[in-house]
């Protein structure tokens, strides 16, 4: 599969699993509009390394995607540089933990933002030109918590199923334009969302590092392991190929067996 001429937009792709969608698109040529937040010169090494690999040209957007004018800012620099998106992966995301009684409102708020409005209006913005080219690939990383909760993560979980609300309807309202919209749902992945989540656990449960490990984040996970970001990666570059032109409003699991149970 060559993805030469095409745009793919990731966000949150400075790190974990938006990183590696982005390396692996930029393997198969594609142009890349990457962002997030990080340390600049590593940032610029990444980028520097995209445009090596696919011979292409790469941008970086250090749009905050929690604030509408910023999305439509990052989603016109992406036009006005590439005429368009092609590929829309929506994968920036971050977590809180908290008993629900005690669960900050700004953190809700951030979550519903970032973890799900910002899909809304970057798609908004993406569409009228996948619509007009009569191709686009859309892909939502939601999580095994677009299908299943867990307790303590009441802003996640509920913005994880609006992804995937959101995502079936827009394969829908797409299905005749060549446009497919689908989500991937990885279980626990070895990046810094999963790392930065593990001293709190430790304080709420009273756990060692290895019991939170073993006992909490691998315990609904029949496979014993962590997925990995370039298994997640590899799922998306199947969903940008001619054979999964009719795998639209799916919700593909990535978790290690965790939600068949
Ligand atoms: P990560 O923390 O490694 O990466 C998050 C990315 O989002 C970074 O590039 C960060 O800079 C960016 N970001 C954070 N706030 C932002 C903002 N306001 N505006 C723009 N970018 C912002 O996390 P990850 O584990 O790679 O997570 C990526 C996605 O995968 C998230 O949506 C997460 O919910 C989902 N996911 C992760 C796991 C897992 O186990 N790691 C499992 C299922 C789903």
Same mark, same amino acid.
């Given at each position: 599969m060559s993805l030469k001429g095409k745009t793919a937009l990731v966000t949150g792709s400075t790190s974990g699993i938006g990183l590696a969608y982005a390396k692996a698109l930029a393997g198969q040529g594609a142009n890349l509009v990457i962002n997030g937040f990080g340390d600049a010169a590593a940032i610029e090494q990444e980028r520097l390394g995209m445009?090596? %690999?696919?011979?292409? *040209?790469a941008l970086y957007s250090a749009h905050d995607l929690t604030k509408v004018d910023q999305i439509e800012a990052m989603m016109k620099e992406a036009a006005d540089t590439f005429g368009g998106v092609d590929i829309l992966i929506n994968n920036a995301g971050t977590q809180h933990v908290s008993p629900i009684e005690e669960f900050p409102v700004d953190k809700w +708020? !951030?979550? #519903?933002?970032? &973890? !799900?409005?910002?899909?809304?209006h970057t798609t908004r913005l993406a569409v009228p030109y996948m619509k007009q080219q009569k191709w686009g690939r859309i892909i939502q990383t939601a999580s095994a918590h677009s299908l299943v909760a867990s307790p303590f993560k009441a802003a996640y979980v509920s913005a994880k199923h609006g992804l995937a609300g959101l995502t079936k309807t827009v394969a829908l309202e797409l299905a005749t334009f060549g446009v497919t919209a689908n989500c991937i749902s990885p279980g626990y992945v070895w990046t810094p969302l999963v790392e930065n989540q593990i001293p709190d656990t430790m *304080? $709420?449960? +009273?756990? %060692?590092?290895?019991?939170?490990? +073993?006992d909490v984040l691998l315990a609904g996970q029949p496979t014993k392991q962590f997925v990995t970001a370039?298994?997640?990666?590899? #799922?998306?570059?199947? !969903?940008?190929?001619?054979? $999964?032109? &009719? #795998? %639209?409003?799916? +919700? #593909?699991s990535v978790d290690g067996g965790w939600t068949a149970g």
């Open positions: 445009e090596a %690999t696919s011979g292409g *040209k +708020n !951030l979550i #519903i933002a970032l &973890n !799900l409005s910002s899909a809304f *304080k $709420a449960r +009273n756990m %060692t590092r290895e019991q939170v490990i +073993n370039e298994q997640v990666a590899e #799922i998306a570059l199947f !969903l940008c190929s001619d054979a $999964a032109s &009719n #795998i %639209t409003g799916a +919700n #593909i």
